[in-house]
């Protein structure tokens, strides 16, 4: 681990050309079909709403499963992630863009997702996101996402799929302050693991599952 405290390093963009570079190989690693973690969600979803998928990645497993139900919008912040996105979910509609800066419609999803992304955005901006997707959730939408367990300040590997990539993140209990801070209703908490296809990989990894509501 390497302190990302460098002013000369943008560490968005170190995010979105580590992706680009090693898309074919984390692609590849990720679990063909979604487990149990988007049961809780999608038994609170009607045929047809419209979901955000932030993160979305290639799209699988997750937004791949979820348009078979309902409308799906992905951001993601690597151009190479969106065009596998397009060609593996064609149902789904997909924006290239940081999510911070993007412009949606507020009052507009019945639910948003992120699973394994909000930790590669600075967590200074974790509080403004968290207030942004309140905006564009629906009165009583939901928000499911991965989170942490422990507060790290940003940092550097080197060992991410080849590339050099970046994580920033607060704790769990830091995490339900913002959140509640912004206005959601915490609904539950459980855990969740890396959602790689590799059993070994899968366990060695646990990250907070989060679901949320927007009063």
Not at 42 to 48: E, I, K, M, Q, V
Not at 49 to 74: E, W
Request: hydrophobic share 35%.
């Amino acid at each position: 681990m390497i302190p990302a405290t460098d002013p000369k390093v943008g560490y968005k963009v170190l995010v979105r050309k580590a992706y680009d570079s090693c898309a074919a190989a984390y692609a590849e690693s990720r679990m063909a079909e979604p487990g149990n973690e988007i049961r809780g969600l999608s038994d609170r979803l009607n045929d047809g709403d419209a979901v955000l998928d932030i993160g979305c990645g290639a799209g699988v497993p997750i937004a791949k499963s979820l348009a078979a139900r309902y409308r799906v919008t992905g951001v993601d912040v690597s151009p190479e992630m969106i065009r596998r996105a397009q060609q593996n979910v064609p149902a789904g509609n997909f924006k290239c863009a940081d999510i911070m800066s993007t412009q949606l419609p507020p009052s507009s999803f019945d639910a948003v997702i992120a699973f394994y992304a909000i930790f590669h955005i600075p967590r200074e901006e974790h509080p403004d996101l968290f207030r942004r997707v309140y905006r564009w959730l629906k009165p009583g939408g939901y928000l499911l996402c991965t989170l942490s367990h422990y507060s790290e300040e940003g940092y550097t590997e080197d060992d991410f799929f080849g590339v050099t990539m970046y994580w920033s993140n607060f704790s769990l209990g830091e995490y339900r302050e913002i959140l509640t801070e912004a206005g959601f209703v915490l609904v539950e908490s459980k855990s969740t693991g890396s959602g790689y296809e590799n059993a070994a990989l899968e366990t060695s990894e646990n990250h907070p599952l989060v679901l949320a509501r927007k009063q």
